[in-house]
């Protein structure tokens, strides 16, 4: 990959990683936990996949910019985005298990 694969890769990636990541926490309680609005479970139908495909196609430009040669700034900050996302990752499966219990 060149520089501007690299930047590219990271640029798009990692809004497209790290945002819909965050979104997948509330939307799951609010909509489909304790629903809140009418016809919650077919907007959660709707908002999830979308969240799972964002999140899946980000997750796949981040980690080709984390391994491609030569090693540079790119590949430090596609890597902090994937430690961010195994953090972000932890604590909503934590959260989730925690509110089934509870439930």
């Known amino acids: 990959m060149t520089w501007k694969e690299r930047e590219r890769a990271f640029m798009i990636g990692a809004p497209l990683a790290i945002v819909p990541a965050l979104c997948v926490l509330p939307a799951t309680v609010f909509l489909v936990m304790i629903p809140q609005v009418a016809h919650a479970r077919m907007i959660a139908m709707l908002v ?3 969240c ?3 999140v899946s196609f ?3 430009k ?3 910019g984390a ?3 030569p090693w540079g700034i790119f590949n430090v900050l596609s890597f902090g985005a994937l430690m961010v996302l195994s953090v ?3 604590y909503t499966g934590l959260f989730l298990a925690l509110m089934t219990l509870k439930l």
Do not use: E, H, R, Y
């Open 88 to 90: 972000i990752a932890g």
């Open 62 to 64: 981040l980690a080709m």
């Open 52 to 54: 799972a495909l964002a």
């Open 67 to 69: 391994v491609q040669k």
């Open 58 to 60: 980000g997750l796949w």
């Open 48 to 50: 999830l996949p979308a």
